[in-house]
């Protein structure tokens, strides 16, 4: 794919409407090396998050904090938080 760098004009075809302009291209870059940074969180706050869900599952379940894993992604544009907790035993409702 070739670019008229002087007049700044994309080749004319199907094939130049799917691929980005290289502008476009250094944006879309940029976008992902920011998101990216963001969603390398801190070891502080995922352990912050985590101790939180700890004492949120405590009245639910028994769980121990080693069992519980979190993880912060990015995706889509956004952020996904996906927790994974391993209990020893889940709460009568009755008792909660």
């Known amino acids: 794919m070739f670019y008229n760098i002087e007049k700044r004009q994309r ?3 199907n094939l130049a409407a799917l691929e980005p302009t290289p502008s476009e291209a250094g944006i879309e870059r940029l976008k992902a090396a920011m998101l990216s940074d963001k969603s390398s969180a801190s070891a502080k706050l995922i352990g912050v998050i985590k101790s939180d869900v700890y004492l949120m599952l405590l009245n639910y379940m028994d769980v121990r ?3 519980i894993k979190l993880e912060i992604r990015c995706e889509g544009g956004g952020f996904v938080l996906e927790i994974k ?3 020893e ?3 009568n409702l009755s008792t909660v």
Do not use: Q, W
């Open 11 to 13: 080749p004319s075809g």
């Open 65 to 67: 904090p080693e069992n």
């Open 85 to 87: 907790a391993a209990a």
């Open 89 to 91: 035993r889940i709460l």
